[in-house]
């Protein structure tokens, strides 16, 4: 049972563009919502969070959009550029005595110079 | 470079053998999280200790087990290997881990085991 989920695998734009990476889950007590971004032969490094009491968040060229009632998470690069190149995956955070983060599968995103 | 060491980056064996990785955190860090990667899933946490104590459990399988030392460094042990087991493991870090305020993971480079 995937409570995260992250439909396109894919994602190409073009530089200068905006990139907009689309994140979906399926338990309403998640409390925190993160955005990993992951290089070829790297870990992956924090980007960007949100809280569940918020509605977006915004860092620089990273802004990231909660919509509770829909389940659903975004996150916005603008503009892109190609070093933005990477896996990006959302995590979402749920508390049962202790917090857990739950990860989805990962959007591959591509920029074109 | 997250301050996150594992070791070793790739690790090739055959069914049935058993292995351990290893995981050295960021100084200061006082909890550890493994998690697998396989082929096209997202990062499945398996399971977290907090200096030196198990602190949570994920999809972890009995035939694997962790441990993190005084010194705070973690090895995670996976036996009776099986050709599913074949995936990246990464190891994380962060300060706390069980706090309400945003504690963030750092992540290692990870460990890509081949079952064969």
């Known amino acids: 049972d995937q409570q995260v989920k992250q439909n396109s695998p894919s994602l190409s734009v073009q530089e200068g563009r905006i990139s907009i990476l689309n994140c979906d889950y399926t338990?309403?007590?998640?409390?925190?919502f993160l955005w990993y971004k992951k290089y070829p032969a790297e870990g992956p490094t924090f980007l960007i969070s949100i809280s569940s009491i918020k509605d977006k968040n915004e860092d620089g060229r990273f802004t990231v959009f909660l919509n509770k009632s829909a389940k659903h998470l975004s996150l916005h690069i603008v503009p892109s550029q190609p070093g933005d190149s990477a896996v990006y995956f959302c995590a979402a955070r749920s508390f049962s005595g202790t917090y857990k983060y739950i990860f989805g599968t990962g959007t591959r995103l591509k920029v074109l110079a | 470079d997250s301050g996150v060491t594992q070791t070793p980056k790739h690790l090739i064996t055959a069914t049935g053998q058993r292995v351990t990785l290893r995981c050295s955190p960021r100084?200061?860090?006082?909890?550890v999280y493994w998690y697998q990667q396989s082929l096209d899933q997202g990062l499945q946490f398996l399971i977290q200790?907090?200096?030196?104590?198990?602190?949570a459990k994920g999809n972890i399988l009995e035939r694997f087990s962790a441990q993190q030392f005084p010194d705070l460094h973690s090895e995670l042990n996976l036996s009776s290997l099986e050709l599913g087991d074949s995936a990246l493991y990464f190891c994380?870090?962060?300060?706390?881990?069980?706090?309400?305020?945003?504690?963030?993971?750092?992540f290692g480079p990870g460990t890509r085991l081949t079952v064969l």
């Open positions: 994380a870090s962060s300060v706390v881990g069980n706090s309400g305020s945003t504690d963030t993971q750092y």
């Open positions: 100084s200061g860090d006082l909890s």
């Open positions: 200790y907090y200096n030196g104590e198990e602190r």
């Open positions: 338990n309403s007590m998640f409390d925190y």
